[in-house]
């Protein structure tokens, strides 16, 4: 590993605060996605019920706080934070990956936030180039269910981030035998395995082939919200110097649409730019169980537990309001 992923980390939060890391071009595509809007909704807005089940956990609302970050002081006060808040609204969330803390054990900490929220959906992260040849120790079944362990996680998400990792000097860009991995190491694990893209979004081809995985969901991650591979840019070379390649990816909104026709039974999770409770109420429509929200709460987690709050408060009254005037009843 190398020795300055902790420091690479904290350059990551530090751009995702001070540059402009989103996709210029491209955009969700929800917002060409229709609310229908009923002037007599035969509902009240008081009435409605927004909680839902995922992965074996009730959720308040379908809002999963999605992964950011870990390794490192500044890391740790962020996850404590969002954890807080999470627990508070009754919502899950996803921890940033945990390559840094199965190889350096002093990280463990920034990564253990069990404690402030005892009852939420958790989630635990890996990446996929840590299972593959390229890696100096690929990592097998024990270790995916260790990670999950360690930090009492209810769920791993293994993120596939191709794009992003091209950005890198260094970067895990040997896929090769990548789906054959997949299919030797995922039945071996006892912990349910998500996978995700980390914002450059997964279409329809590659959610047919992962529908035959034994699966608890699949996160899209859609183009349209942080292109990591512009965050790489900036961590790299402090300037963008391959604008088009930071731009490509399969905007959020399609995403879920093919990935809903190639593996209908496989529950979704929307995320990818989603910025408002109507965002929420459109994945939804198009097939998403839960959403995903992350950039947005990078900067309310370093003001505190109750600004994190304030937000997930806003985009719950948002979603309520989005249902109610469309006279859906859930």
């Given at each position: 590993m190398s020795r300055d992923l902790p420091e690479r980390k904290l350059r990551h939060i530090d751009a995702c605060l001070t540059r402009d890391v989103s996709f210029q071009s491209v955009t969700t595509g929800l917002e060409h996605v229709p609310w229908p809007y009923r002037a007599l909704p035969d509902t009240n807005l008081q009435d409605l019920d927004l909680s839902v089940e995922f992965l074996g956990k009730r959720l308040s609302m379908p809002l999963l706080i999605?992964?950011?970050?870990?390794?490192?002081?500044?890391?740790?006060?962020?996850?404590?934070?969002?954890?807080?808040?999470?627990?508070?609204?009754?919502?899950?969330?996803?921890?940033?990956?945990?390559?840094?803390?199965?190889?350096?054990?002093?990280?463990?900490?920034?990564?253990?936030?069990?404690?402030?929220?005892?009852?939420?959906?958790?989630?635990?992260?890996?990446?996929?180039?840590?299972?593959?040849?390229?890696?100096?120790?690929?990592?097998?079944?024990?270790?995916?269910?260790?990670?999950?362990?360690?930090?009492?996680?209810?769920?791993?998400?293994?993120?596939?981030?191709?794009?992003?990792?091209?950005?890198?000097?260094?970067?895990?860009?040997?896929?090769?035998?990548?789906?054959?991995?997949?299919?030797?190491?995922?039945?071996?694990?006892?912990?349910?395995?998500?996978?995700?893209?980390?914002?450059?979004?997964?279409?329809?081809?590659?959610?047919?082939?992962?529908?035959?995985?034994?699966?608890?969901?699949?996160?899209?991650?859609?183009?349209?919200?942080?292109?990591?591979?512009r965050v790489e840019n900036w961590v790299h070379y402090g300037e963008i110097r391959h604008p088009d390649l930071c731009e490509l990816g399969l905007p959020t909104a399609q995403a879920l649409r093919e990935c809903m026709e190639a593996a209908p039974l496989l529950p979704l999770i929307a995320s990818g730019g989603i910025r408002s409770g109507l965002d929420i109420a459109k994945a939804l429509s198009l097939g998403a169980k839960v959403c995903a929200v992350a950039l947005p709460f990078l900067p309310l987690a370093l003001q505190g537990v109750d600004a994190v709050v304030a937000y997930i408060e806003r985009l719950r009254f948002e979603l309520r309001v989005a249902l109610f005037v469309a006279g859906k009843e859930e």
């Open positions: 999605g992964a950011m970050t870990g390794g490192a002081e500044k890391a740790a006060q962020i996850n404590r934070t969002l954890a807080q808040a999470a627990q508070h609204c009754g919502i899950g969330l996803m921890l940033g990956s945990q390559r840094v803390m199965l190889e350096r054990p002093e990280a463990l900490g920034s990564f253990q936030v069990r404690e402030y929220a005892p009852d939420i959906l958790l989630l635990g992260n890996l990446g996929i180039g840590q299972l593959l040849a390229g890696a100096r120790q690929p990592y097998g079944p024990a270790e995916l269910d260790r990670a999950a362990g360690l930090v009492g996680a209810d769920a791993l998400a293994l993120h596939l981030n191709p794009l992003q990792e091209a950005m890198q000097p260094s970067g895990d860009t040997r896929y090769q035998g990548a789906l054959g991995r997949l299919q030797e190491v995922l039945p071996q694990c006892h912990t349910p395995i998500v996978v995700k893209e980390v914002g450059h979004g997964i279409g329809g081809a590659v959610a047919r082939e992962l529908a035959h995985l034994p699966l608890a969901a699949l996160d899209v991650a859609g183009a349209g919200g942080t292109s990591w591979a």
